[in-house]
């Protein structure tokens, strides 16, 4: 039950701190409310009452009145602590909801780059020595070919063959030179088309590492990152 507004001692109410009426809780001490809005508004008393009713006024932008006037009651236990809070209306309640956070504005995720780059060791995609694809290989490739697609349809492609520094240049440039028409061939048979591919072979150039071993088993896994394979596909956008 809420008393009759034309009782209130404080005519016409006031207007709370709004922070204060969203702090509200139970467990709250009457002097701890009497702090925040002062005493309440009817006859009821302050101490040896188990309620409080206030008149409390809120600015609106639209309507014929420039605020609202609410009724506001406050319910406590036997030792004083508040336990209950109403409103009539009982709408009143949103006019000290806290306001919903502002999202934070989205920007587009960039475009993906038009040029993928990928680099394959050839120890994974053939055997010693050998120039023909190892089913792993294969597998590579494919997954390349499907994250190139990802993006969109892919306009070129160039397959660049490197071997290391071991044996003469004049084998190891034919090896590379192989070993990237063989990943071309498979390309093609995966559905690249054959006029937007080339291969090259580099041989034992632009290493990506140098190294001092001696003993051939050390030199030969020290070697390993520049016997590669180096595939770069353009998307068009």
């Given at each position: ?12 109410g ?36 188990r ?9 609106v ?47 587009p ?16 995609l ?9 089913p ?7 997954a390349?070919l ?39 061939d ?18 034992e ?18 070697l ?13 956008r």
């Amino acid at each position: 039950m809420f008393p009759d507004p034309a009782d209130a001692m404080v005519k016409g109410g006031t207007f709370p701190n709004v922070e204060n009426l969203r702090a509200m809780a139970p467990g709250m001490t009457k002097h701890q409310l009497y702090t925040m809005f002062g005493p309440p508004h009817f006859h009821e008393g302050v101490w040896g009452v188990r309620e409080w009713d206030y008149l409390f006024n809120f600015r609106v932008r639209n309507g014929e009145h420039p605020f609202v006037t609410c009724e506001y009651k406050i319910l406590f236990d036997k030792h004083d602590i508040a336990q209950s809070f109403y409103w009539k209306p009982a709408s009143c309640a949103d006019l000290i909801a806290e306001p919903a956070p502002v999202a934070a504005a989205r920007h587009p995720e960039p475009a993906p780059e038009p040029v993928q780059r990928f680099t394959f060791s050839t120890d994974t995609l053939f055997g010693f020595d050998a120039t023909r694809l190892t089913p792993t290989g294969q597998h590579q490739l494919d997954a390349m070919l499907d994250r190139i697609r990802q993006y969109g349809r892919v306009s070129r492609m160039q397959v660049t063959g490197y071997t290391d520094r071991i044996g003469s240049a004049t084998y190891n440039l034919d090896l590379s030179r192989k070993r990237a028409q063989s990943v071309r061939d498979y390309l093609v048979g995966e559905g690249v088309a054959d006029a937007i591919i080339q291969a090259q072979g580099r041989g034992e150039q632009d290493p990506l590492v140098t190294c001092t071993n001696t003993q051939r088993v050390p030199l030969v896994r020290c070697l390993a990152p520049n016997r590669r394979v180096e595939v770069v596909g353009e998307v068009a956008r």
